[in-house]
């Protein structure tokens, strides 16, 4: 019984290639891109791990120095001789020309066991490790970005460690970078001796930090892939009304047959798993396709990926996939939730549908005007919810739940302004065939609102995404031509080199101004502190958002600081609050300045100050001002007179364009979500017009039979799907403006601490207009060249079946 | 005895209404007996049919078909006692449109797993669609469908085949030929037959006839 | 990293572990090798002798406490050199590594550390003589007034060292050899001590005083290949003689025995191989493993012919190469307390 009638089921496919295809590539592709943005972020948080359990620091207390910079390794003897067992690790940049590598030197004799990863402990012995040259391991992959890298020990692979990170002997690595007798830090062994004297009286400058402090990296960077996963989510959910409606369409068509089925002896629960496996088939064979296809759109997008997080964030994430066996079971997973989902509701009507309901052509167009009031109903709910969040919502989360919530409610409520918009036009109609086009497309709209919201939603994300980086992009550029405002920026390898570099500059250059800073915490996080010189440079052009009077002279007098936006935000200072300093001592605020593109805090100061407060720093790097046309000449003179490398000078434009790179760079994977997520819609759109149009003979075929000739009907067709693909647009720019507002007011302030200005591109939304107009259109080609081609006899059958 | 409805009622409520359709409905149909149960549009005739053939459920009373008193039935027993003991034949056909002539012949024998393909050749043949078994219902004519239909409500040897209405859907010539192939080889399987018709001309054809009319049987 | 696999790596760069205890009697190519009839030199020899592989300075301590138990403490500093070249700072091929030990009648309390010589975090001085690991140190203007501290995770020792006599040179004026084949090291030693301080226990502090016995020992290749650990003994006898006596065991079932005999005003008789015999009598579960607990030490041309019995059969060091270390009591011919220590027993 279960294969004959199974096999009736499916036949039903067979005879309706498309539908089946449509139902299956829906699917896939809801999988594929969610599960996509999955591969990446599960790439990315298991570097992040990784780096956050080297050396047990997800489990072992550090002692870290309070102001954040490098400390002597005589704080850690007397650490040892007081009786703390700890063990010293010094890290830094690595660079050899455009390859940089984080050197992480340890001392294997005092590192408590097992803190290193696997394969460390391979071959080899303990002397050619901690004698020069040293012994360097690496993950594979960074080995092979080192190929031809001159300076490193020999490199062995280990996998365990984080990508871009080289494990050696502390000794080699302070070397290497050039900090001799210096570390950056002490793991404290779990179990510590009877007597010990007190930190505070042993190295004041230290303090305890409990384990997994360190992993800043993954706090930073949630908030850009909580970005991903929403898109993710997105097109997932635009993937579903694709599957949403196939399955829907599928089952109406087979109403009848699920009918007789029962009439000749098929039980209710037998159809009812028949149905429900059917769709579980369908969803492991689409899981697997949108897997591939994820696997292949992860591949594609995480280089860009990596180089946004290393760009803006520092963190290092290898550019290749590595693949989980949880990342295969949860993209399954969520394929077979996502079918069940859609399949819901038709499971559901087969299991309320009458053995003997009579022939109801229009039966599901009155089931779907109740659906369309709880539709209403639904979107208003989201629709308040929406705004409380707006109101009283606070952080990343609260943010996306009020972009998922606008998206949705516009959407919901998508047909009914529809219906609405055309049940008006068929009033005011005069025409018999005016006022039968718009009934018609009035009746239609049931089985074209699936496509039109995944369209409304693909369209309004479209929008808001576009104005969102357009604005951005606008206020970065101005914001770029403001903060670099000196004409060359050099760097010095090494003090001595700065020093004669300051005097070969002084008599050549308007001005030469030192760009120094240390990295330390601020309130508590990561930081950078500047000192700046008192210079016109920074009154005319610096970006302040606010300021104190007299803040150039409070700064340049070492009265005041000021901070950026990201700070000011974090940690909810503002003009005339006071700043602690790592080093104690406590500062007005008395400006806070725009700071796009960098995570973290900071601070800057008067460079006396600085020097004051960190005398190590190390005093490299120099904007120069000089009038733009010398500057050139300047350039030639420091590479050729001085003798400076080429690659330690460079103009504004260059650092410009290399910022614009990077910035470009961060929006990268969100547009090409963007794209992917708009050619689902139009998809969605081509396959419910084709499903339709094979159901539309009968509504058809008697008005041809009136009169009107099939290309005539054809055009109207065309012009229908036209029309509402137009409406639909019409509807999405204001949901896309609403989006914007909130990606910019909301979700940018929470995720990276900046607020921008929005600026609208009307001719954006006219190239976008016109997108969505193609793809209804295209959409609706096929559908309609079949209709103009159907032959009368076709046409004649109807009315032979329908009586 | 086949068939035994005793005392079976049905309403329907419309708009807060009772409307009564019949009541105390009672008749027996024998192993190859042939019936026809006739009445005007809304006297319920084809109601009373798909309750014989448990696809409605009456309110009151009992059938006992095959022996079996199906208002007791879970949906699951229903089905089977209609896979395995009627077969049925509607206005509409009811054909499974993605399935061939041929798979639609043999489709309920296959269901209740009692597949004689001679046999299905044979009735593919009595009914003139040997030339028709690899098209498509969508295909065929009327008069082909239903023949396709009889094929099917005959494949598995049902004790008893009920028929609503087996050539409303037809011309009268078209209609007269499938009558006649339909009570050939219910005379031939020896089924019972259970037949509704508007049509005097048809009923008269029938062995007995039964008359629904103002709620009743007359 | 594992300290352990990376010290199984210092000390087995030879083929294989059972080439002797810790990998004593692997080749020793570069190291300078003892040479008989070198004159050793003090305070000069009291620090550390780099161009050797492996050098120890080790104390051990009979006590007996105010509370009238008996005590045993060990303090230990292995020096062990990875290569023959001197290298600076981290570069220096030297790793250091502590033992103590602190053994009642019912517990045995272990500590190790391990560290990186070049650095400063352990070390020796010859004068003022100080040799130190982390917070551990045996320290002092000479070696005849130290002061020896060690710290674990649940005890620690502060205790003061007097000598009341002078050093002693083992062996052929402290060259001493392992082996028939003609293996080596510099040996000499202060079993003179008095000693007087605190053990901090779990339970509480308890002041002790009693004898201590320092070894100072270096050389490159101490073993015969064919030798597979030794048994040692430091005896203070009743009436103020001491003797050290020890066999290396062979894997042939034989042993190299050697020893000295020292008058209470220090003058020192050495004995060869074969004069000594230690006979082990009962042996006990530790650690999993059979260790002989109770000894016959026979010297025929002394007189002697004692039982040494453990005073707690649970002394088992274990530490990165485990070993057996702990106080003996001495009964039958003489009387009087001492240390045995018991290596490769694996």
């Known amino acids: ?803 | 005895m086949l068939l035994s409805v005793q005392g079976v009622a049905k309403a329907f409520a419309s708009g807060g209404a009772h409307v009564r359709v019949f009541s105390d409905v009672s008749f027996d149909l024998g192993a190859g007996e042939t019936v026809a149960l006739t009445g005007e549009s809304g006297s319920g005739k084809s109601t009373l049919l798909h309750i014989c053939a448990g696809l409605d459920a009456s309110d009151s009373g009992r059938i006992m078909l095959c022996e079996q008193d199906i208002a007791g039935l879970s949906d699951g027993d229903r089905a089977q006692l209609r896979r395995d003991k009627v077969g049925l034949v509607f206005q509409q056909f009811n054909l499974i449109p993605s399935l061939s002539v041929m798979a639609n012949l043999s489709f309920q024998a296959r269901l209740a797993g009692r597949e004689d393909q001679d046999w299905t050749r044979a009735l593919a043949d009595r009914l003139g669609l040997s030339a028709l078994l690899s098209r498509y219902p969508e295909q065929l004519s009327g008069g082909q469908q239903q023949r396709v239909a009889i094929g099917r409500a005959l494949a598995a040897r049902p004790p008893l085949l009920l028929a609503d209405e087996p050539t409303g859907n037809l011309d009268e010539t078209t209609g007269d030929g499938v009558m006649d192939l339909l009570q050939e080889l219910v005379a031939e399987t020896g089924a019972g037959l259970l037949m509704v018709t508007h049509s005097e001309r048809l009923a008269g054809r029938l062995q007995r006839r039964l008359h629904l009319s103002g709620g009743g049987l007359v | 990293m594992n300290v352990k696999v990376l010290f199984i790596w210092v000390l087995l760069s030879g083929p294989a572990f059972a080439q002797g205890f810790a990998g004593l009697g692997t080749e020793a190519s570069g190291f300078a090798r003892p040479e008989r009839g070198q004159v050793l030199s003090f305070p000069k020899d009291h620090g550390a002798h780099p161009d050797y592989r492996i050098e120890w300075w080790y104390l051990t301590a009979n006590l007996k406490g105010e509370d009238g138990r008996d005590y045993g403490v060990q303090w230990t500093l292995f020096r062990s050199a990875l290569a023959p070249d001197a290298g600076q700072g981290w570069a220096a091929p030297q790793i250091w590594m502590g033992h103590a030990g602190l053994t009642t009648p019912d517990r045995h309390f272990v500590a190790e550390r391990l560290a990186r010589g070049g650095v400063g975090q352990a070390g020796v001085t010859a004068a003022p003589f100080r040799a130190w690991v982390d917070d551990w140190q045996m320290a002092g203007a000479t070696l005849d007034d130290l002061r020896l501290t060690a710290n674990g995770t649940d005890f620690a020792y502060d205790l003061g060292l007097k000598a009341d006599g002078p050093l002693v040179l083992q062996g052929d004026g402290g060259y001493s050899v392992k082996s028939a084949s003609g293996q080596a090291s510099f040996y000499y030693s202060q079993p003179f001590y008095t000693v007087d301080g605190v053990l901090d226990l779990p339970d509480g502090p308890v002041r002790v005083s009693g004898n201590a016995w320092l070894d100072r020992e270096w050389s490159s290749q101490p073993l015969d290949e064919t030798q597979r650990g030794w048994d040692w003994v430091s005896l203070h006898l009743e009436g103020g003689v001491r003797m050290m006596g020890f066999q290396l065991r062979q894997t042939d079932g034989g042993a190299y025995t050697s020893g000295t005999w020292i008058m209470p005003d220090g003058t020192a008789e050495p004995f060869g191989d074969g004069v000594l015999t230690m006979t082990p009598l009962k042996t006990a579960k530790v650690n999993g493993r059979d260790v002989p607990v109770q000894w016959r030490v026979e010297l025929p041309g002394r007189g002697v012919d004692v039982t040494l019995g453990a005073l707690n059969n649970a002394a088992w060091m274990d530490t990165l190469f485990p070993y057996w270390e702990g106080p003996v009591g001495i009964s039958g011919s003489h009387t009087g307390h001492g240390y045995l220590e018991m290596t490769g027993y694996d």
């Open chain 1, 1 to 803: 019984m279960y294969r004959a009638a199974l096999s009736a089921l499916l036949s039903h496919w067979w005879r309706h290639p498309l539908q089946l295809g449509s139902l299956l590539l829906g699917l896939a592709l809801a999988t594929a891109l969610w599960s996509g943005v999955q591969a990446i972020n599960g790439q990315a948080r298991q570097s992040y791990d990784q780096a956050a359990r080297m050396l047990g620091q997800d489990r072992l207390e550090q002692l870290v120095p309070k102001d954040g910079q490098r400390f002597s390794q005589d704080v850690y003897i007397a650490l040892r001789q007081a009786g703390w067992l700890v063990s010293p690790v010094i890290e830094g940049a690595w660079q050899q020309g455009d390859v940089r590598v984080r050197l992480i030197g340890i001392d294997p004799v005092t590192a408590p066991s097992d803190v290193a990863p696997d394969g460390v402990t391979g071959a080899g012995d303990l002397r050619p490790f901690i004698t020069p040259p040293g012994q360097g391991f690496a993950a594979p992959d960074t080995i092979s970005m080192l190929r031809g890298v001159t300076g490193l020990p020999p490199l062995s692979p280990s996998e365990g460690l984080a990508p871009g990170v080289v494990l050696m002997d502390i000794g080699i690595a302070q070397t290497l970078l050039g900090v001799p007798g210096e570390i950056s830090r002490l793991v404290v062994v779990p179990e510590q001796p009877f007597r010990q004297a007190p930190l505070e009286s042993v190295a004041p400058l230290l303090t305890k930090s409990a384990p997994g402090g360190q992993a800043d990296i993954a706090r930073l960077t949630d908030s850009f892939h909580l970005n991903l996963t929403a898109f993710g989510f997105l097109s997932f959910a635009v993937g579903l009304f694709i599957v949403h409606s196939a399955i829907g369409l599928a089952f109406e068509q087979r109403r009848p047959m699920l009918r007789t089925l029962r009439a000749v002896g098929v039980p209710l629960n037998v159809l009812t798993v028949l149905l429900a496996g059917e769709v579980v088939l369908f969803a492991l064979v689409a899981g697997l396709v949108g897997m591939g296809l994820g696997y292949l759109i992860a591949a594609t997008l995480l280089p860009d990926v990596a180089a946004t997080l290393s760009g803006l964030y520092g963190a290092d994430v290898p550019g290749s996939l590595s693949l989980r066996p949880s990342w295969w079971i949860g993209g399954m997973a969520i394929a077979v939730l996502g079918a069940a989902v859609a399949a819901g509701q038709s499971l559901w009507r087969l299991r309320r549908l009458p053995l003997l309901a009579p022939a109801q052509p229009r039966a599901w167009a009155r089931a779907s005007a109740r659906g369309l009031r709880r539709q209403v109903f639904l979107a208003a709910a989201l629709a308040v919810l929406a705004l409380a969040v707006a109101i009283w919502g606070r952080g990343l989360v609260a943010g996306f739940v009020l972009l998922g919530a606008m998206l949705m409610a516009a959407a919901l409520a998508l047909p009914a302004i529809l219906a609405l918009l055309l049940g008006g036009a068929e009033r005011v109609s005069k025409g018999a065939l005016a006022l039968w086009f718009w009934a018609d497309t009035r009746q239609q709209l049931p089985g074209l609102s699936l496509a039109l919201m995944a369209l409304m939603l693909a369209l309004a994300a479209n929008v808001g995404v576009g104005t969102m980086v357009a604005s951005f992009r606008l206020t970065f550029t101005g914001w770029l031509d403001q903060r670099l405002a000196s004409e060359l920026y050099v760097n010095a390898q090494d003090e001595a080199e700065a020093a004669r570099l300051r005097s070969f500059l002084e008599p050549r250059a308007d001005a030469v101004l030192p760009i120094w800073s240390v990295s330390a915490p601020v309130q508590g996080a990561p930081g950078t502190i500047y000192g700046i010189a008192d210079h016109a440079t920074y009154r005319e052009n610096w970006p302040l958002l606010s300021h104190a009077p007299g803040v150039w002279d409070a700064v340049a007098a070492g009265q005041a600081a000021l901070v950026n936006e990201q700070l000011s935000r974090r940690a909810g200072l503002s003009n005339g609050d006071m700043l602690r300093l790592p080093d104690g001592t406590e500062m007005t605020i008395a400006g806070v300045y725009s700071d796009y593109g960098n995570p973290q805090g900071q601070v800057i100061i008067a460079v006396d100050e600085l020097t004051a407060m960190f005398p190590d720093v190390p005093r490299l790097r120099h904007a120069v001002r000089i009038a733009p046309e010398k500057a050139p000449d300047l350039t030639r003179a420091l590479i050729e007179e001085f003798g400076l490398s080429p690659d330690n000078v460079r103009d504004q434009a260059a650092i410009k364009s290399f910022s614009l790179g990077v910035f470009e760079q961060t929006f990268t994977v969100t547009a090409a979500l963007n794209v992917l997520t708009m050619g689902v819609a139009g998809f969605a759109m081509l396959t419910s017009l084709l499903t339709l149009s094979t159901m539309r003979l009968p509504q058809l075929a008697p008005v041809w039979a009136l009169g009107l000739t099939r290309a005539r009907l054809a055009r109207l067709e065309l012009f229908r799907a036209l029309m509402l693909a137009g409406l639909t647009m019409c509807a999405a720019l204001p949901v896309g403006l609403l989006l914007a507002w909130a990606l910019l007011s909301v979700v940018n302030v929470a995720a990276f601490g900046w607020q921008l200005p929005m600026h609208t591109f009307p001719a954006d939304w006219l190239r976008l207009g016109l997108l969505a107009l193609l793809a209804g259109g295209l959409a609706a080609l096929w559908p309609a060249v079949r209709l103009a081609r159907t032959s009368p006899t076709d046409l004649l059958k109807v009315f032979a079946h329908e009586r």
